[in-house]
Antibody
Framework: EVQLVESGGGLVKPGGSLRLSCEAS????????MSWVRQAPGRGLEWVGR??????????DYAAPVNGRFTISRDDSKDILYLQMTSLKSEDTAVYYC??????????????WGHGTLVTVSS | QSALTQPASVSGSPGQSITISCTGT?????????VSWYQQHPGKAPKVMIS???KRPSGVSSRFSGSKSGNTASLTIFGLQAEDEADYYC?????????FGTGTKVTVL
């Protein structure tokens, strides 16, 4: 059974930084393309970014609102996905979900989701 | 990238069928057969219901069906049941990014 467990959320001041982690199990993590999706309170889903598997090049792509401020990385030796967030703004307040697909070599859909971790940006 | 357009709400009686539309552009929905649909109950993580326009993942009820025509994708729920009451989101690949729909609240009357 695939399990994704996010951690690292909390309260941070505007302009601050935070690193989220996602521990994965039950899948071939090193081959998995991973993604982060967020959901502001009472709002819809918003794609944040993705990272290819290292064997496919390890490329990262980001949504425009976070490009240049957020960085996705992975540690295949520990089966952990990271989301480093800097220059945080109030509009980054959201539940952040770690997601992945059952496909290999691409990311056609978000088949598995973690429970999410809440990030609140407020002074 | 603007969010895909979905109706804010759709309702139906038990046993009825409903369809949720998801309108994008020729750069996302119209260009790629990579539209997926997600069901989200309050306080829960989303669950994939349809991938690649019309593929139903293992374990998802056959009452859920997806299709696409031009820049608009659709999710049809046949034989509506009480447990189908939830928020539904479409999502499309859009060249090195993904865009979600605005979300539709499905109410079972």
């Amino acid at each position: 059974e695939v399990q994704l467990v996010e951690s690292g959320g909390g309260l941070v001041k505007p302009g601050g930084s935070l690193r989220l982690s996602c521990e994965a199990s039950g899948l071939a993590f090193s081959k998995a393309w991973m993604s982060w999706v967020r959901q502001a309170p009472g709002r819809g889903l918003e794609w944040v970014g993705r990272i290819w598997s290292n064997s496919d090049g390890g490329t990262t792509d980001y949504a425009a609102p976070v490009n240049g401020r957020f960085t996705i990385s992975r540690d295949d030796s520990k089966d952990i996905l990271y989301l480093q967030m800097t220059s945080l703004k109030s509009e980054d307040t959201a539940v952040y979900y770690c997601t992945t697909t059952s496909a290999i070599g691409w990311l056609p859909s978000f088949d598995y989701w973690g429970h999410g971790t809440l990030v609140t940006v407020s002074s | 990238q603007s969010a895909l357009t979905q109706p804010a709400s759709v309702s139906g009686s038990p046993g009825q069928s409903i369809t949720i539309s998801c309108t994008g552009t020729s750069s996302d929905v119209g260009r790629y057969n990579l539209v997926s649909w997600y069901q989200q109950h309050p306080g829960k993580a989303p669950k994939v219901m349809i991938s690649e326009v019309s593929k139903r993942p293992s374990g998802v009820s056959s009452r859920f069906s997806g299709s696409k025509s031009g820049n608009t994708a659709s999710l049809t729920i046949f034989g509506l049941q009480a447990e189908d009451e939830a928020d539904y989101y479409c999502c499309s690949y859009a060249y090195n990014s993904y865009v979600f729909g605005t979300g539709t609240k499905v109410t079972v009357l």
